[in-house]
Antibody, heavy 118, light 113 residues
Framework: QVQLVESGGGVVQPGRSLRLSCAAS????????MHWVRQAPGKGLEWVAV????????YYGDSVKGRFTISRDNSKNTLYLQMDSLRTEDTAVYYC???????????WGQGTLVTVSS | DIVMTQSPDSLAVSLGERATINCKST????????????LAWYQQKPGQPPKLLIY???TRESGVPDRFIGSGSGTDFTLTISSLQADDVAVYYC?????????FGQGTKVEIK
């Protein structure tokens, strides 16, 4: 069965960097686009970024463009999110999600919490 | 950016009654070349990730009970829970994947009256 397991979250000071990982299993990782979506405490869902199946195309939400970088290693079945110049408003649970055949995100991980605080 | 607006923000419905959630987008999410609406609905329970219920505006994901019904086209969409069950208490989000940046509605909280 499809499994997505995020890691790398924690507490970080404003302006610092953090890298999240998402280990995928149960499907052919190299065949699917992958997303990061975040959710601030008590708030709604915010799409962060997407990467194509082969890593050749990436797109970002306006609030993270220029600060976050999505990447993947298909040999390791792993998705990454490099987060630089972190701000307090980046505090959220970060989910990785798989693009389904119908293009909507069909499987989601349990999420990893990132807290940006001094 | 395409803005998704849901209504109401919350609703309380008696068990067995109908719950209706509306979602409106600021531009059409209907792709003319394949006549598909790039609109999905998710259910999120506390402490859990979102779960895909509906895609292409009206196609139920495998395993989703048939009491969940998606409808609409273009800019106006509806999620109907035909007979509310206790297990349906959750926040529901509409989501457009027509164009980047992908966007979500603000969520509708469904509770039991």
């Amino acid at each position: 069965q499809v499994q997505l397991v995020e890691s790398g979250g924690g507490v970080v000071q404003p302006g610092r960097s953090l890298r999240l990982s998402c280990a995928a299993s149960g499907f052919t990782f190299s065949s699917y686009g992958m997303h990061w979506v975040r959710q601030a405490p008590g708030k709604g869902l915010e799409w962060v970024a997407v990467i194509s199946f082969d890593g050749s195309n990436t797109y970002y939400g306006d609030s993270v463009k220029g600060r976050f970088t999505i990447s993947r290693d298909n040999s390791k079945n792993t998705l990454y999110l490099q987060m630089d110049s972190l701000r307090t408003e980046d505090t959220a649970v970060y989910y990785c999600a798989k693009t389904g055949s119908a293009r909507a995100c069909d499987y989601w991980g349990q999420g990893t919490l990132v807290t940006v605080s001094s | 950016d395409i803005v998704m607006t849901q209504s109401p923000d919350s609703l309380a419905v008696s068990l067995g009654e109908r719950a209706t959630i509306n979602c409106k987008s600021t531009q059409s999410v209907l792709y003319s070349s394949n006549n598909k609406n790039y609109l999905a609905w998710y259910q999120q329970k506390p402490g859990q990730p979102p779960k895909l219920l509906i895609y292409w505006a009206s196609t139920r994901e495998s395993g989703v009970p048939d009491r969940f019904i998606g409808s609409g086209s273009g800019t106006d969409f509806t999620l109907t829970i035909s007979s509310l069950q206790a297990d349906d208490v959750a926040v529901y989000y509409c989501h457009q994947y027509y164009d980047t940046p992908w966007t979500f509605g603000q969520g509708t909280k469904v509770e039991i009256k």
